[in-house]
């Protein structure tokens, strides 16, 4: 059975920090691209980031770009989203998604059900 399973989410006020993490089970991680993303309430699910499989491609939205950072550790299984100098607007559910490729045009293949970020003004 696939899972990727967040963590990491909770309440913290801005210009804090917290590092979320995906870990994956059930299909090959090595062979996955990694995405996060993120809905809030009443909005749309945005893309947040992404890393390739195995060369290190990462890419960023623009709102989250010179704060959040992603990485990855096959050994684990697992991907970690570092999200620094946190904002109001950052507030959303976070999720994980796997895909065969960087940045697929098809989208991704398996999903999480989200880790809740909470960001206090």
């Known amino acids: 059975e696939v899972q990727l399973v967040e963590s990491g989410g909770g309440l913290v006020q801005a210009g804090g920090s917290l590092r979320l993490s995906c870990a994956a089970s059930?299909?090959?991680?090595?062979?996955?691209?990694i995405g996060w993303f993120r809905q809030a309430p009443g909005k749309g699910r945005d893309g947040v980031s992404c890393?390739?499989?195995?060369?290190?491609?990462?890419d960023y939205a623009d709102s989250v770009k010179g704060r959040f950072t992603i990485s990855r550790d096959n050994a684990k299984s697992t991907v970690y989203l570092q999200m620094n100098s946190l904002k109001p607007e950052d507030t959303a559910t976070y999720y994980c998604?796997?895909?065969?490729?960087?940045?697929?045009?098809?989208?991704?293949?398996?999903w999480g059900q989200g880790t809740q970020v909470t960001v206090s003004s």
């Open positions: 890393i390739s499989s195995s060369d290190g491609r990462t």
């Open positions: 059930g299909f090959t991680f090595d062979d996955y691209s």
């Open positions: 998604a796997a895909a065969y490729a960087f940045r697929p045009p098809g989208g991704y293949d398996y």
